[in-house]
């Protein structure tokens, strides 16, 4: 968060930061209702709106690749399976290959005059589950009960299906 904010700002803390979160206060809006309107259009109209979770695509990126391609009204031929370019096409996209671009780790995308941000910084370590390593067990309890609150009855879940 302190990334996309006006460099005259003082930073803010983690706990600020996840406090005005769970307020709904981003850059997005509140987060759950972009989620879930993106959720509720995949599940309306799938020939134009897909849904796919980080999580999904790290566990199983051939399938998630797939079903992307698919999905873009371009499956794989068998042909194209055989000659590796499905492979060829992960690997190109993979963590440690876009991480490693020069465009990545030099270049700057400008929101406005206040707010740019170094491509570098959409890149953290690649790793699904690495909030452990900076939410308490407080802010975990917190996090869960509004995600369990806001996804209720739609169907959707994170990590849980008791959502």
Known sequence: MNKLRPKNLLPLSLHEAFRLFCE???????????????????????????????EDMKKEPLFSLKKLAAFLGKPFSEKEEKQGV?????????FDNLSNLEVN???????????FVNNSYFFRKGEVGDWQNYLTDEMV?????????KLKGSGLTFGSPDY
């Open 24 to 54: 709904g206060g981003s850059h997005y809006g509140p987060y759950w209702d972009h989620v879930l309107g993106y959720w509720k259009a995949s599940l309306e109209f799938p020939d134009n709106v897909t849904f796919m979770k980080y």
């Open 86 to 94: 499905v492979q060829e096409i992960l690997q190109l996209c993979s």
């Open 105 to 115: 780790k030099t270049g700057i995308l400008r929101y406005s005059s206040q707010i």
């Open 141 to 149: 309890k917190h996090l869960d009960s509004i995600t369990k609150h």
